[in-house]
């Protein structure tokens, strides 16, 4: 991955470059800047549907999950 890291003074000029700035305006910043291809591949996101389907291993000293409220009530 490659990346840079360094400080800055946000002014005018920069601000006109990059608008996101503009609420550091005369601020000293640290910028960190990083190859966007070393990213992981925004494409493959994990669903709410790919959450449930898999198969989780839980630890040996844990008990079936169950779709309850987890409160139990007696009376």
């Known amino acids: 991955m490659n990346a840079i890291k360094f400080e800055a003074t946000i002014d005018e000029e920069a601000v006109r470059a990059i ?10 910043i640290e910028l960190i ?4 291809k070393s990213r992981p591949d925004q494409d493959h ?7 449930l389907s898999a198969r989780l291993e839980l630890p ?9 409220s987890g409160v139990s009530r007696s009376g």
Not at 19 to 28: E, H, S, V, Y
Not at 33 to 36: G, I
Not at 45 to 51: E, F, G, P
Not at 60 to 68: F, I, K, M
């Open 19 to 28: 608008p996101a700035l503009r609420p550091f305006l005369g601020k000293q």
């Open 45 to 51: 996101t994990l669903t709410v549907d790919d959450l």
């Open 60 to 68: 040996g000293d844990v008990g079936p999950l169950t779709g309850g």
């Open 33 to 36: 800047a990083l190859d966007s």
